[in-house]
T-cell receptor, first 113, second 114 residues
Framework: DTEVTQTPKHLVMGMTNKKSLKCEQH?????MYWYKQKAKKPPELMFV???????INESVPSRFSPECPNSSLLNLHLHALQPEDSALYLC????????????FGPGTRLTVL | KQEVTQIPAALSVPEGENLVLNCSFT??????LQWFRQDPGKGLTSLLL?????REQTSGRLNASLDKSSGRSTLYIAASQPGDSATYLC?????????????FGTGTKLQVIP
């Protein structure tokens, strides 16, 4: 099973809402990533978890809060977002951090009104 | 800081042609380079991964090469098909202050015309 799943597929939220994105993999991978992709742009790295510990935070605003409850699950909690945060949010995983094939999920299309 | 550039930004070819996509990066201290395809509004599909110690990788009609010293990689697609139409992205895994980061290239949008 080389699948990374993400839920929900689409999310529309207001600027005062609190929502969460979920990412799951059952490949035994120990590194998981969140990326943000704006239209017609490449993905930009947001966070990296390695062995369930946050190892990289690319100066992401605090309205994005990642969480890794266990080695298979990665969440991204959203609060007080801005319309410019509307994007495709992609999750990926690798066996270890950085040296292996990245497997991507299908993404969550987020729209902030 | 690692910067990754892809040329051309867009490419349109007739079906059956062989084609080459280019990826260049500024810092040669990389761990690996990965090529992906992305269909509109979708996630990324991994095509090939080249470790820093390797020169090339092949999968079916795809061949990717890596010249780390010059900061270049190419993706060769043989006998292109309409189903190859997508955006192709290269991504470089590299060391930044002891941490491994990933930077994506700007992408090449490929259209294969039947």
């Amino acid at each position: 099973d080389t699948e990374v799943t993400q839920t929900p597929k689409h999310l529309v939220m207001g600027m005062t809402n609190k929502k969460s994105l979920k990412c799951e993999q059952h490949m035994g991978h120990r590194a998981m990533y969140w990326y943000k992709q704006k239209a017609k742009k490449p993905p930009e790295l947001m966070f990296v978890y390695s062995y369930e510990k946050l190892s990289i935070n690319e100066s992401v605003p605090s309205r994005f809060s990642p969480e890794c409850p266990n080695s298979s699950l990665l969440n991204l909690h959203l609060h007080a977002l801005q319309p410019e945060d509307s994007a495709l949010y992609l999750c990926a995983s690798t066996i270890g951090q950085g040296t292996d094939t990245q497997y991507f999920g299908p993404g969550t299309r987020l729209t902030v009104l | 800081k690692q910067e990754v550039t892809q040329i051309p930004a867009a490419l349109s070819v007739p079906e059956g042609e062989n084609l080459v996509l280019n990826c260049s990066f500024t810092d040669s201290a990389i761990y690996n380079l990965q090529w992906f395809r992305q269909d509109p509004g979708k996630g990324l599909t991994s095509l090939l991964l080249i470790q820093s110690s390797q020169r090339e990788q092949t999968s079916g009609r795809l061949n990717a090469s890596l010249d780390k010293s010059s900061g270049r990689s190419t993706l060769y697609i043989a006998a292109s098909q309409p189903g190859d139409s997508a955006t192709y992205l290269c991504a470089v895994s590299w060391n930044s202050g002891g941490y491994q980061k990933v930077t994506f290239g700007t992408g090449t949008k490929l259209q294969v015309i039947p």
